[in-house]
């Protein structure tokens, strides 16, 4: 029988034990935070060096920005600059606002050179650029022409140097916009940079 007693009076008073020990540390809902602000945030990795970056970057962009994690090229990036990811040219990977409010996504190489950049101009037309250690290689989407307006409806598929290009084109006549399709290959030979 008084093994039984101390069964159940340590069963209640774990029982109390727990309704008072979350009385006591329960959040009132009123006192949670709804909103957290801050200027940036960071993601750093296990020896503190900052790998991520949510923020205004110095060419006042806003990003969610990846820097190198030190797993390329033995942990030494080339080209790195002072700043950290605040410096867009530390950015490996961002997804963002340019200056002017319009979307953007760029990836570069370890050696910090661009090689994919996704965008909307400021008539927020998507451009796709691909580019290799050289430059631009391959563009698809709309194309400004010299005198930009609501007519524009220039959509082309271009590999660089202007090698070939597939697309259509916008033009007037009579009054009306027509579009119409093109495709230039120029054969001649050029240097590769």
Do not use: C
């Not at 990795?45 to 205004?56: E, L, N, Q």
């Not at 030494?76 to 700043?83: F, K, L, R, S, Y």
Request: hydrophobic fraction near 40%; charged fraction near 25%; aromatic fraction near 6%.
């Amino acid at each position: 029988m008084k093994a039984i007693l101390v069964v159940v009076l340590g069963l209640v008073a774990g029982f109390a034990g727990g309704v008072l020990g979350s009385r006591l540390t329960r959040t009132d809902e009123r006192d949670a935070k709804q909103v957290i602000s801050a200027r940036s945030f960071q993601l750093v990795d296990d020896t503190g060096r900052v790998i991520s970056f949510w923020g205004i970057d110095d060419s006042q962009q806003v990003v969610l920005a990846f820097g190198s994690r030190g797993l390329a090229l033995a942990g030494n990036p080339p080209g790195a600059q002072p700043g950290g990811l605040r410096n867009s040219h530390n950015h490996l990977a961002v997804i963002g606002l340019q200056g002017d409010d319009s979307p953007m996504l760029k990836m570069s190489g370890p050696d910090r050179k661009t090689r994919v950049r996704m965008y909307l101009n400021l008539d927020a037309e998507p451009l796709l650029l691909m580019e290799d250690e050289t430059g631009p290689r391959v563009s698809l989407g709309f194309e400004q022409s010299d005198t930009p307006g609501p007519q524009d409806n220039d959509w082309t598929l271009v590999f660089h140097p202007e090698r070939a290009r597939l697309g259509m084109f916008a033009e007037r006549k009579g009054g009306q916009t027509y579009v119409r399709g093109g495709l230039l290959v120029n054969k001649e030979p050029v240097k590769y940079p």
